[in-house]
């Protein structure tokens, strides 16, 4: 009975090394000694195409730490039916996350490269969600969010 134990636990430490060194093997894998070099985005020239920001800002109470978990709740809700439904006509958009005690605070804003027609269509879609609406009447986002129409320099 204790060999049988003993059998046991030895099978089970060798399997214990063997999945060890497979991990090992895995994430050395990884790694990687090519140097990566960065080459300047070329966009084709696209007359009528801008970029534009649609952002949030939401309230940050002094003395607590800003609550980031919205800005997913925004993109998510708010923002990805848009680049569902319009990503074909804007060939270039990103996030950016802000929060500093300064006249701006805290901010998610949605920034794409679109034409004018794009651009308002994406801007009534945004200001019509109800995500925005609920945030804005439980007092998450200011009043003034979220703000379309900014052009993005």
Not at 1 to 26: I, P, Y
Not at 92 to 105: E, K, M, P, Q, S
Not at 115 to 128: A, F, G, I, L, M
Request: proline letters at 6%.
């Amino acid at each position: 009975m204790a060999k049988a134990a003993n059998d046991h636990m030895l099978t089970s430490r060798l399997l214990l090394l063997v999945l060890l060194a497979l991990g090992m093997a895995a994430i050395s894998g990884c790694a990687s000694t090519s140097k990566i070099t960065e080459s300047p985005l070329e966009l084709e020239s696209a007359p009528g195409l801008s970029w534009w920001r649609v952002k949030f800002r939401m309230e940050w109470p002094e003395g607590e730490d800003p609550d980031f978990s919205y800005h997913t709740l925004l993109a998510d809700q708010a923002v990805r039916p848009v680049i569902e439904q319009y990503g074909s006509a804007m060939p270039l958009w990103r996030f950016h996350r802000r929060a500093r005690r300064d006249g701006a605070g805290h901010q998610f804003s949605f920034i794409y490269y679109a034409d004018d027609k794009t651009h308002e269509s994406v801007k009534q879609s945004v200001t019509s969600d109800p995500i925005g609406q609920t945030l804005s009447d439980r007092g998450i986002l200011l009043s003034d969010s979220p703000h379309p129409g900014t052009r993005a320099g």
